[in-house]
């Protein structure tokens, strides 16, 4: 069975980043855009990031383009505007497609991992998020509208366990 740390992605610099480099340690993965009625969770994002990132918890950002051509940014712009707006320190990534024949092979993971409503697989929109526990399965998947402080008692459980 593979998990979440078997996979690899681009960093928004270029750079190759191997998941496994996250092991033992609680994740929130989430597609996200700069131009979305949920652009202003990145600031929730980076208070968990800020707040656990020390017991072994990182928020990882995947910028996405699928919805509402939200996120036309180039990797420089995005993340130049994550930084100067919302002070985002958690690692982003190059955008990517999270549904579709071109979706990232971690995307395909979690949404075969864990479901929507009624079982779908798709992604809906923006700042959909996946909880992953320290083993790298997933924990749990959040609609979009889930407020990034919602989710602070589920990652305190993971953590504690």
């Known amino acids: ?32 855009a700069s131009a979305c009625g949920f652009t202003p969770q990145y600031a929730g994002l980076e208070k968990l ?30 993340g130049a505007f994550c930084e100067k707006n919302y002070g985002v320190t958690f ?15 971690l995307f395909q993971h979690l949404k075969k991992d864990a479901p929507g409503l009624l079982g779908t ?4 929109w923006n700042f959909t998020k996946f909880l992953v526990r320290k083993d790298g399965t997933v924990a749990k998947r959040y609609a979009p509208a889930t407020k ?11 953590l504690a366990g």
């Open 49 to 78: 990031h800020e707040r656990f990132q020390g017991r072994g918890f990182a928020v990882l950002g995947f910028p996405c383009n699928q919805f509402g051509a939200q996120e036309k940014g180039t990797h420089e712009e995005i």
């Open 1 to 32: 069975m593979s998990t979440v740390f078997d996979f690899s992605a681009v960093g928004l610099a270029g750079q190759p980043v191997n998941l496994a480099q996250y092991h033992d340690q609680v994740l929130l993965i989430v597609n996200t």
């Open 91 to 105: 690692p982003l990534f190059a955008k990517i497609d999270v549904n579709g024949a071109n979706a990232h092979p």
């Open 121 to 124: 697989e798709a992604i809906k």
């Open 148 to 158: 990034p402080e919602e989710i602070t008692g589920d990652i305190e459980a993971l």
